[in-house]
């Protein structure tokens, strides 16, 4: 018998571990980008090629890969990780499709939910205007509409008699009876203009990092806007949510974004970060990016740069304070709600940047191999087991390099008032690619691949843990200078933390009830449409809306509306930007959000 069951989990393995991804593109502004089941970014494992393409159509791209990295030590100081870097020959590796479920279902559970889930605003109006029609008196519904299949496939619910939570994809509970059902109203719950979900879990073999299994759940929903705005235009947003299903607490928690940015041909190309902003970034070394392509369409004069931001990132763990902005314990220059007189809302910035490269001593500056290699990399360590430290290419033995520890590298002037990235430390010049020790000394370009670290914090079982992170695109047409994109590109990065402001204006109401979080009172059910609009904004909730005050982005109010029940307002009146709508019900429950008018 134990022969046979060992043959049954064998033969599972081998079946899972051959299974493929099933990927889908957000392609509605200037990036289209790709998006795996199981957390994959942008790369193409089937052709091996890149995947986030500048301009649709171009076949000019500016990542080749990324993904999730996350880590942890248990109460018996034992470390769990899960890392991926490329697909295993578009296989799985640390993460599979699905939410956590029981064991016994795992067989079959990530066959069914190898999918992605692309659904657009235009689609979701259309669907409300259809189902209101239909409760409406006198209103004749379009017999000839048919609810798009990811509406009615939109997966609201897990399987809890599967061991899954009940509720996974956000979606708009219109008779608030926990159920996803489009034919009551039901419809999901989505950010920006169109959007991709995917829920994958890293509960199984660990087939690249080799780490221990975390149990932890990843939900990712992954958006952008069809704007005008230039800076809108060229971001791509990815909002996260981490649950730990696991009996352990884990303590030092970290989250790494890992990339491979490659700007057109990926042999030429040099990295930095920005501190206070929350970006890393890759740029071309040189005005011309031709050299070694490997099969990439360079993009010649005037290459783009390519960044990551966060935006929100995870949640401090709790002290019953209102820490302050600071490099001290529990302090932070780049987080959100550090010294804002709110206890405990503060969310922990970009804690940590590294790069390294395949062009390089392996045993020192190489891709991770083994789970311990991949946390190191979480907490700025080399493979070698040396800490990253300023000037140089951030190894002791390099050229240029200090004995002073850091936190980032290569952060140019942006660290610079607090000095947080080395502990309150003047180095004494300013670190970057083209200047690594304050004598104008290059670093020699390479294939450079890039981490983001977020942490440390506490997940105890059940805990919640949500961040989202930005992928802009900045690309200087007038500029030859060298890092003229990369400046485009820090604009283009204030523009999206205004638009973004930390989130604090909340789209999709929480649904993880069966998990340790409750609706509070002053999170609502509240939907407007269509956003952005050229003039009517429709208001759809459950309850009856008695005032709607519109504001401008910095506070100003513009208009306010008050009437028994406001269904609808006109912003035809009002210029092209961004407007706060908030939205007051008759039960003394109220809701903030962001309007876009076009």
């Not at 970006?279 to 070694?292: E, I, K, M, R």
């Not at 700025?380 to 980032?408: C, M, P």
């Amino acid at each position: 018998m134990k022969k046979t069951f060992t043959i049954y989990f064998l033969l599972i393995n081998l079946i899972m571990s051959s299974q493929s991804y099933v990927y889908d593109h957000l392609d509605i502004n200037n990036i289209k980008a790709r998006f795996q089941s199981a957390g994959l970014l942008f790369n193409d494992p089937y052709n091996n090629t890149p995947a986030f393409e500048v301009i649709p159509g171009s076949n000019q791209h500016t990542i080749y890969a990324g993904n999730l990295w996350l880590g942890g030590v248990d109460g018996n100081n034992q470390l769990h990780l899960a890392g991926e870097k490329y697909s295993l020959g578009g296989q799985w590796g640390d993460f599979y499709p699905g939410p956590v479920s029981n064991a016994s279902v795992y067989a079959t559970s990530h066959f069914d939910w190898n999918y992605v889930w692309k659904v657009t605003k235009d689609e979701i109006d259309e669907f409300i205007d259809w189902y209101n029609c239909g409760q409406t008196p006198g209103c004749i519904q379009n017999s000839s509409y048919t609810i798009p299949s990811v509406i009615t496939n939109w997966p609201g619910n897990g399987a809890p008699w599967s061991g899954q939570n009940q509720y996974i994809a956000p979606f708009y509970d219109m008779d608030q009876n926990g159920i996803y059902n489009p034919n009551n109203g039901d419809h999901p719950c989505i950010k920006g203009d169109m959007a991709i979900f995917t829920v994958f879990n890293d509960d199984y073999n660990h087939l690249n990092s080799g780490g221990d299994s975390l149990r932890v759940e990843v939900r990712a929903m992954h958006y952008a806007y069809n704007s005008s705005d230039s800076a809108l235009a060229n971001t791509i947003f990815s909002e996260y949510t981490l649950i730990n299903f696991s009996n352990e607490t884990y303590t030092d928690m970290k989250i790494g974004l890992w990339l491979d940015m490659d700007i057109g041909c990926s042999e030429d190309d040099y990295t930095g970060c920005d501190v206070e902003r929350n970006l890393a970034y890759t740029f071309n070394s040189d005005s011309v990016d031709n050299q070694g392509c490997n099969g990439a369409s360079p993009f010649g004069n005037r290459p783009p740069a390519q960044g990551v931001v966060v935006l929100r990132g995870p949640k401090q763990d709790e002290d019953n304070l209102d820490n302050p902005i600071g490099i001290g314990l529990n302090e932070s220059i780049n987080g959100c709600g550090y010294g804002d007189g709110i206890i405990d809302n503060e969310r922990i910035g970009m804690s940590g940047f590294i790069s390294f490269d395949r062009t390089l001593n392996a045993s020192i500056f190489g891709d991770p191999v083994t789970a311990v290699d991949y946390h190191n990399y979480l907490n700025n360590i080399w493979r070698d087991g040396s800490h990253l430290v300023y000037g140089g290419f951030g190894h002791i033995s390099s050229s240029g390099a200090t004995s002073i520890q850091a936190n980032y590298m290569f952060p140019d002037s942006s660290d610079n008032i607090y000095f947080s990235g080395t502990n309150g430390v003047d180095p004494g010049f300013d670190w970057s690619e083209y200047d690594n020790s304050g004598s104008g000394t290059f670093n020699p370009y390479g294939d450079r691949r890039i981490l983001t670290s977020m942490g440390s914090f506490t997940m105890e079982p059940l805990s919640v843990q949500e961040f989202t992170i930005a992928h802009i695109a900045a690309r200087n047409y007038v500029d030859n200078t060298p890092p003229s994109s990369v400046a485009l590109l820090k604009s283009y990065t204030d523009d999206i933390i205004n638009f973004y402001a930390c989130d604090s204006l909340r789209v999709c109401t929480s649904q993880l009830l069966s998990v340790n979080e409750d609706i509070t009172n002053d999170e609502v059910y509240v939907e407007i449409y269509p956003n952005p609009t050229e003039g009517i904004i429709n208001i759809n909730t459950q309850y009856k809306v008695k005032t709607c005050a519109l504001y401008s982005i910095t506070g100003e109010c513009l208009m306010i509306k008050e009437t028994s029940d406001v269904n609808s307002i006109n912003l035809a009146e009002f210029p092209k930007g961004f407007y706060l709508l908030k939205v007051i019900l008759e039960n003394g429950n109220s809701s903030t959000v962001r309007v876009v008018k076009k």
